[in-house]
T-cell receptor, first 116, second 114 residues
Framework: AQKVTQAQTEISVVEKEDVTLDCVYETRDTTYYLFWYKQPPSGELVFLIRRNSFDEQNEISGRYSWNFQKSTSSFNFTITASQVVDSAVYFCALSEVKTGGFKTIFGAGTRLFVKA | DTAVSQTPKYLVTQMGNDKSIKCEQN?????MYWYKQDSKKFLKIMFSYNNKELIINETVPNRFSPKSPDKAHLNLHINSLELGDSAVYFC?????????????FGSGTRLTVV
């Protein structure tokens, strides 16, 4: 069964700390896609990254980095030197290829508070 | 300049009414989506359209009917609104079906059914 678990409901850090948001997924498919999205307090959704199952290379984008480990079915997201503007809810998602398209489910989200 | 625009931003209506939410993207993307976020912040994809064709219809009541008159528009029509339909609905678009290079969301439409 397809499943995405974000075990951390809320995380609170002080500015400049590093923080890692965990995402563990379950799928029987060999081809799938993993996503991270950000939802700041203003409510809009922002796409951060998409990774396919055949590409385990870690990704770094500025202060953001993603660690994809198929062996542990995890796709963790690390923010280095966190800033107050990083305060948001972060969603991990899994998309499986199905006939005619994709089936996507989201984790419940992790709310990150970054204090000044 | 707005890349993905949704209207209206807020919608308050009574149970049983029919309403529509409009979405337009000016990015030249091929694929458009509708997502629903409920009061507990759970996100769910509802529909995906690629080049005006329905690709995915997740488990959504058939009171919800998407309409894509062209690649740049994906409207959501909801019949016989129920209290449980209250949520924030997000439209999004991506360059292709895999959403590899670009994935942009609208600002959301907060629907309240009373």
């Amino acid at each position: 069964a397809q499943k995405v678990t974000q075990a951390q409901t809320e995380i609170s850090v002080v500015e400049k700390e590093d923080v890692t948001l965990d995402c563990v997924y379950e799928t029987r498919d060999t081809t799938y896609y993993l996503f991270w999205y950000k939802q700041p307090p203003s409510g809009e959704l922002v796409f951060l990254i998409r990774r396919n199952s055949f590409d385990e290379q870690n990704e770094i984008s500025g202060r953001y980095s993603w660690n994809f480990q198929k062996s542990t079915s995890s796709f963790n997201f690390t923010i280095t030197a966190s800033q107050v503007v990083d305060s948001a809810v972060y969603f991990c998602a899994l998309s499986e290829v199905k006939t005619g398209g994709f089936k996507t489910i989201f984790g419940a989200g992790t709310r990150l508070f970054v204090k000044a | 300049d707005t890349a993905v625009s949704q209207t209206p931003k807020y919608l308050v209506t009574q149970m049983g009414n029919d309403k529509s939410i409009k979405c337009e993207q000016n990015l030249g993307h091929d694929t458009m989506y509708w997502y629903k976020q409920d009061s507990k912040k759970f996100l769910k994809i509802m529909f995906s359209y690629n080049n005006k064709e329905l690709i995915i219809n997740e488990t959504v009541p058939n009171r919800f009917s998407p309409k894509s008159p062209d690649k740049a528009h994906l409207n959501l029509h909801i019949n016989s609104l129920e209290l449980g339909d209250s949520a924030v609905y997000f439209c999004a678009s991506s360059q292709d079906l895999q959403g590899e290079r670009s994935y942009t969301f609208g600002s959301g439409t907060r629907l309240t059914v009373v």
